[in-house]
């Protein structure tokens, strides 16, 4: 079966570094998006990545590996706005998108 | 309208009742999806539609129906709910499949 794995709950501190883990086995592989929801809201886009390596935008990078099926979203400076859940999701050979649970990220001052 | 709208925002259904979740969009995306959210689980796709005039089933289609008349409405229709249709829905488009997906707002759900 089609399975995406990402920790349940992060805490990190305001103004640090935090690392969000994100490892898949789907049929195929079509493109890794990681998106933001806070709580209450609608997810919002993030990143994309479909080759492997890092990219890189503002204070989030994001970074995949496709030989390993894992990816990670790097946040920096980490600041109270931060505390979300991030959603990692992979398209398929169908290119249908297969979502994780998301991880909740909680920021303390 | 900037984006998408959903309707309504939140509404207390009892099980048997029909119920149309409606989703309009304004960006000309040619695809549209319908996902339910609920806790401890990820974003499930109960149908989509490619283009105006076709639709297909997600994840969890059973109990749900859907329309894609024109390019911008997508209602969702449950036409006997049911308590396990209790959940947070949203209605999202993008241009391209795969793309970036733009959600709704969400409407919330419960089916007592």
């Known amino acids: 079966g089609q399975n995406i794995d990402q920790p349940t709950e992060m805490t990190a501190t305001e103004g640090a570094i935090v690392q969000i883990n994100c490892t898949y086995q789907t049929s195929g592989f079509n493109g890794l998006f990681w998106y933001q929801q806070h709580a209450g809201e609608a997810p919002t886009f993030l990143s994309y990545n479909v080759l492997d390596g890092l990219e890189e935008k503002g204070r989030f990078s994001s970074f995949l590996s496709r030989s390993k099926g894992y990816s990670y979203l790097l946040l920096k400076e980490l600041q109270m706005k931060d505390s979300a859940s991030y959603l990692c999701a992979v398209t398929d050979s169908n290119y249908q998108l297969i979502w994780g649970a998301g991880t909740k990220l909680i920021i303390k001052p | 309208i900037a984006g998408i709208t959903q309707a309504p925002t939140s509404q207390i259904l009892a099980a048997g009742r029909r119920m149309t979740l409606r989703c309009t969009q304004d960006m000309r995306h040619n695809a549209m999806y319908w996902y339910r959210q609920d806790l401890g689980l990820g974003l499930r796709l109960i149908h989509y539609?490619?283009?105006?005039?076709?639709?297909g089933k997600g994840e969890v289609p059973d109990g749900y129906s859907v329309s894609r008349a024109n390019t911008d409405d997508f209602p969702l229709t449950l036409a006997s709910a049911v308590p396990s249709q209790t959940s947070v829905y949203f209605c999202?488009?993008?241009?391209?499949?795969?793309?970036?997906?733009?959600f709704g707002e969400g409407s919330r759900l419960t089916v007592l």
């Open positions: 539609s490619n283009t105006a005039g076709t639709t």
């Open positions: 999202a488009s993008s241009a391209t499949s795969p793309g970036e997906l733009f």
